[in-house]
């Protein structure tokens, strides 16, 4: 049984969690939202490298982990070699999912929808060019969309043509059928994102990472194992960087399983 934290800015990391959760429940877990220094998506290479060393070095005085998940593909782009050459334990990274949208496209035409720093790092311009050379890219950054996903997790309501704006360039071109989920917010918005194209009358394929990574902590890890007695005591832990008082908020962490809230001052 291994201590894995899965680390995001907000609350992206939960549709990480949900999938690792499902795979490995055996495992303790800690959530960490470094809720405020939210969001990553804006911030500068410099200023993610610095809060990253910054919160994992706190969660490192405070907890043994054994994993930790960097459940953001904005920070993924930047701060992984830096993690693993300062802390011990394993460090697994998001990366957008374009070698499994280049193999499920027919038109050879996918849409990559992500923050717009992952947008724009070379990291990204690297993994295109690797797996989805034969493919034409449209990239959407969006913030605003990372917004809505916050705001759907804290019970606020959804104004859903903010959707058809944003998604406009991929309902728009007709020839685009497979769409990437490159910011971990976004899995929490699959059925608002599939019932805006289904509004518009698109028909487009949806991949995220959240599979990948679940499948990745198993390698890392070791195969899932039932859990022996159904109430053997795991910890499932969410920590934030700044106090929230959303009620609906702590709702929402145990529907993903995280029955405790803790405050991790950086
Ligand atoms: N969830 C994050 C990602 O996967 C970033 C959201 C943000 O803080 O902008 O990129």
């Known amino acids: 049984m291994a201590l894995v934290a ?12 949900h999938e ?47 994993v930790l998940i960097v459940a953001c ?3 993924s782009t930047v ?37 717009p720093g992952t947008i724009e790092r070379s990291y990204t311009d690297e993994l295109i060019e690797r797996f989805a050379s034969n493919c034409k890219i449209t990239k959407i950054g969006s913030s605003e ?41 976004f899995p929490l918005l699959r059925d608002e994102i599939e019932k805006c194209f289904l509004r518009n009358a698109r028909s487009v394929r949806l991949v995220d990472s959240g599979e990948a990574i679940a499948k990745r902590l198993v390698s890392i890890v070791g195969e899932s194992q ?14 934030v960087s700044a106090p929230i008082n959303q009620e609906r908020f702590t709702h929402t962490l145990a529907d993903y399983g995280f029955d405790e809230l803790q405050l991790l001052s950086v």
Do not use: W
Request: hydrophobic share 45%.
């Open 73 to 75: 593909n904005t920070a």
């Open 6 to 17: 899965i680390y995001d800015s907000g609350v992206g990391g939960l549709s990480i969690a």
């Open 145 to 185: 969309l990372v917004l809505i996903a916050e705001d759907k997790l804290y019970g606020r309501t959804l104004d859903q043509s903010q959707l058809d704006t944003i998604l406009e360039p991929v309902i728009e071109n007709t020839e685009i059928d497979v769409l990437v989920l490159a910011c971990t917010h």
């Open 20 to 66: 690792v959760l499902r795979t490995s429940p055996e495992h303790d877990y800690i959530f960490l939202s470094d809720n405020q220094a939210f969001p990553y998506g804006t911030k500068e290479k410099q200023d993610l490298l610095d809060r990253s060393l910054a919160i994992i070095s706190r969660l490192d005085e405070n907890f043994c982990i054994d």
């Open 226 to 239: 039932q859990i022996a007695n159904a109430n053997a005591s795991v910890i499932r832990t969410a920590l």
């Open 79 to 115: 701060v992984l070699p830096m993690l693993r050459e300062r802390f011990d334990f394993d460090v697994i990274g998001v990366v957008p999912a374009i070698k499994p949208a280049a193999q499920l496209s027919k038109t050879k035409h996918i849409c990559l929808l992500a923050t």
